[in-house]
């Protein structure tokens, strides 16, 4: 089991930049596959981008050169690195963490990119 709490949304002027952070408590964080999800009001929830255990990313086209997503085991935490932020990265942003087809979810953070 693990549990997420993401922190670091807000309010950005399109073009500006956020870092959001997942930190993780629970056991074999290392060994999880981690991810960053949005959903936009009345969309549904998409992949962002996704980090495996063996530190392979996948990053959706929509944010690719934009977005970085990266982790550190020490500190059970995983990192979305959100620039050049458009209007249409808005939305509520989700930690995902998975493990043989169990996934876990945090209770996200809002992100929103207006002037």
């Known amino acids: 089991q693990v549990q997420l709490v993401e922190s670091g949304g807000g309010l950005v002027q399109p073009g500006g930049s956020l870092r959001l952070s997942c930190a993780a408590s629970?056991?074999?964080?290392?060994?999880?596959?981690m991810g960053w999800y949005r959903q936009a009001p009345g969309k549904q929830r998409d992949m962002v981008a996704v980090?495996?255990?063996?530190?392979?990313?996948n990053i959706a086209d929509s944010v690719k050169g934009r977005f970085t997503i990266s982790r550190d085991n020490a500190k059970n935490t995983v990192y979305l690195q959100m620039n050049n932020l458009k209007s249409e990265d808005t939305a509520v942003y989700y930690c995902?963490?998975?493990?043989?087809?169990?996934?876990?979810w945090g209770k996200g953070t809002l992100v929103t990119v207006s002037s």
């Open positions: 980090i495996t255990s063996g530190g392979i990313t």
């Open positions: 995902n963490a998975a493990l043989n087809g169990i996934n876990y």
């Open positions: 629970g056991s074999i964080f290392r060994f999880y596959d």
